[in-house]
C-alpha cells in the first residue's frame, strides 16, 4: 500500500515505523501501569527504552518494519492480559491470544510471549496453581508451533550450525543497552566469535555475576529481579540462534528484551528517591540526563542508514577487513553508480578471500563491461583453476567468451558446465544458441555429433 501510493519514498516508510515505535513506548507505559509500578516508574521506564540507541536499528532500517509489528502486538497481548489477571473477563484473555497469535505471524521471535506471561505472574504474585498452568496451555501451545516451524525452516538452509557463546552474547547484550557505544549495524560471526574465545573468562565471570545478581535480586528486591527475569527470558532464544554464517548477535534481538533493562533504573529511582525530595531531584536530573543523552545518540546514528553506503561505510570502520562488509560496499556503490568505487572494494574483497566466487564474478562483469575484457578473462581464468567445479565461475566465462566472439572456448565451457550439472538451464539455452547462430558447427553436424544424452536435451532444437 504504501508503495502505491507514495512510490519508493523512504521518508514515508521511515516515518511509518518511527510512529509503530511510539505507539510500543505508549503501550510499554501502559502496560507497566496495569502492572502497578507507578506513574514515574513507567515513564522512565518507557521514556529509557524508547530513546536508547540500541533501538535505531529497529526503527531506522524500513526492512526491520516486522520487528515493530511484532513488538507491537505482543505489547498490545500483554495489555490485554495483566487486564485479564485483575478482572478475570474472559474477553480480555481471548483478545489477549488472539493479538499473540498475530505477533507470532509479525515474527516467531514472539515465542518468548509465554514466558513473559509467566514472570508477569510471579510479579504479581499469582497462586501457582493448576487453572494457572491451563490459562497458559494454548499460549505454549502456539509459540511451540510456530517455535517448530523456525527451527524447521532454519534447518533446511543446507548450511551447518555455528557454535553459539552464550555467555558472552549475554553480557554483550547487557553491556549494549546499558553503554550503546561502538554499535555496529552488523556484527560478523567470525569476528565476533574470535573475541569471545579470546575474552572466555572475563565474559564468563560477567555473566555469572549478573545472573547472581539476578538470584540476589529475586530475594531482596522483587522490581530488579523482574526487570532481569524479563530480559532473561526474551533475549534466551537469541543466545543460541546463530543466524546461518551471517551474524553473532543483532542490536534488534533488544527491542522486546530491552524493556526489562529499561525497568531496572527506573524501579532504582524510586527504591532511592521516594519520599527524599533532595535524592528525587537528583535522580532526575540524571535520568534526564542520561535520557537527552541517548537521544542524541540514536539521532546520530540513524544517519548511517540514508543509504547503502552509509550503512557500510559505518561497518567498515569497525570490521576493515570483513569480506561482507566490503562486498556490501561494492555493491552499494555499484547502485549508488560509481565503477571505480565497485572495483575497488571489489579487489578488496578478493584481498581478502580470494576464493570469493561472488567477488570475482562481479568484478569480472564489471571489467568486461567497462572494456577491460582482458582483465576480466585472466581473472575468471585463476578462479576458474583454483575452482574448477564452480558452475557459477564456468558460466561467466563462457559468457564473456561468447561477448568476445570466442565461440569454440565458449562452447567448450558450456560442456564442462554440464558434465557437472547436465540439467544447468542457462548452460543448455547458451549451448543451443551457440549451434544454431554461431559457426561452431553446422545443425546438422552438431545433431550427428552430440552426446547422445545432451542431444536429446537439445532435440527440440536441433
Known amino acids: ?13 521511515r516515518l511509518d515505523n518511527l510512529l509503530l515505535h511510539i505507539a510500543n513506548t505508549a503501550l510499554v507505559f501502559l502496560v507497566f501501569i496495569l502492572l502497578g509500578a507507578g506513574t514515574g516508574v513507567a515513564f522512565w521506564t518507557s521514556l529509557l527504552w524508547a530513546v536508547n540507541p540500541v533501538h535505531t536499528e529497529s526503527v531506522a532500517w524500513i526492512a ?13 497481548a500483554l495489555v490485554f492480559y495483566v487486564r485479564y489477571t485483575g478482572n478475570k473477563r474472559p474477553a480480555y484473555y481471548a483478545a489477549s491470544l488472539i493479538i499473540f497469535l498475530c505477533s507470532l505471524f509479525a515474527k516467531p521471535a514472539a515465542v518468548t510471549f509465554p514466558f513473559t506471561l509467566l514472570v508477569i505472574d510471579i510479579f504479581l504474585e499469582r497462586p501457582a496453581d493448576k487453572r494457572l498452568l491451563r490459562e497458559k496451555a494454548p499460549f505454549f501451545l502456539l509459540g511451540g508451533i510456530f517455535a517448530a516451524v523456525a527451527v524447521a525452516v532454519q534447518a533446511h538452509t543446507g548450511q551447518p550450525p555455528l557454535k553459539p557463546y552464550p555467555h558472552a552474547s549475554f553480557v554483550f547484550y547487557v553491556q549494549n543497552f546499558f553503554l550503546p557505544f561502538g554499535l555496529s549495524a552488523f556484527y560478523p560471526y567470525v569476528e565476533m566469535a574470535a573475541d569471545f574465545s579470546r575474552s572466555f573468562f572475563r565474559y564468563a565471570l560477567a555473566s555469572a555475576a549478573l545472573l547472581a545478581l539476578t538470584v540476589w535480586a529475586a530475594r531482596k528486591h522483587k522490581n530488579f529481579a523482574f526487570g532481569f527475569m524479563l ?12 543466524p546461518a554464517g551471517e551474524i553473532m548477535t543483532a542490536d534488534r534481538y533488544l527491542y522486546i528484551a530491552g524493556i526489562g533493562l529499561a525497568f531496572i533504573p527506573a524501579a532504582f529511582f524510586r527504591a532511592i528517591a521516594d519520599n527524599r525530595p533532595a535524592r528525587c531531584a537528583l535522580f532526575i536530573m540524571l535520568l534526564t540526563s542520561l535520557a537527552f543523552a ?7 546514528r540513524a544517519g548511517i542508514w540514508k543509504n547503502g553506503q552509509t550503512l557500510w561505510a559505518s561497518i567498515l570502520e569497525r570490521y576493515p577487513d570483513n569480506e561482507t562488509a566490503n562486498l556490501g560496499m561494492a555493491n552499494a556503490c555499484f547502485r549508488g553508480k560509481m565503477p571505480a568505487c565497485y572495483q575497488d572494494y571489489l579487489a578488496r574483497t578478493l584481498r581478502i578471500n580470494p576464493y570469493s566466487t561472488e567477488a570475482v564474478s562481479l568484478l569480472a562483469i564489471s571489467y568486461a563491461l567497462s572494456g577491460k575484457t582482458g582483465l576480466a578473462e585472466d581473472l575468471l581464468k585463476k578462479a576458474v583453476a583454483a575452482a574448477p567445479a564452480n558452475p557459477r565461475l564456468l558460466f ?16 567448450k565451457t558450456l560442456r564442462e558446465i554440464l558434465l557437472l550439472n547436465p540439467a544447468h538451464p542457462q548452460a543448455l539455452n547458451n549451448l543451443f544458441w551457440l549451434y544454431s547462430h554461431t559457426g561452431v558447427c553446422g545443425k546438422a553436424k552438431c545433431s550427428d555429433t552430440l552426446e547422445p544424452g545432451l542431444k536429446r536435451r537439445l532435440e527440440k532444437y536441433l
Not at 500500500?1 to 516508510?13: H, L, N, S, T, Y
Not at 530480559?231 to 546463530?242: D, S
Not at 561467466?396 to 562452447?411: D, F, I, M, P
Open 1 to 13: 500500500m504504501e508503495k502505491a501510493i507514495f512510490g519508493q519514498d523512504p521518508f514515508v516508510r
Open 64 to 76: 526491520e518494519r516486522k520487528n515493530l509489528l511484532y513488538a507491537f502486538f505482543y505489547l498490545a
Open 231 to 242: 530480559f532473561i527470558v526474551n533475549i534466551f532464544p537469541f543466545l543460541f540462534l546463530v
Open 294 to 300: 541517548w537521544t542524541l545518540q540514536a539521532r546520530n
Open 396 to 411: 561467466n566465462l563462457s559468457v564473456l567468451y561468447h561477448r568476445t566472439g570466442k565461440y569454440a572456448l565458449a562452447e
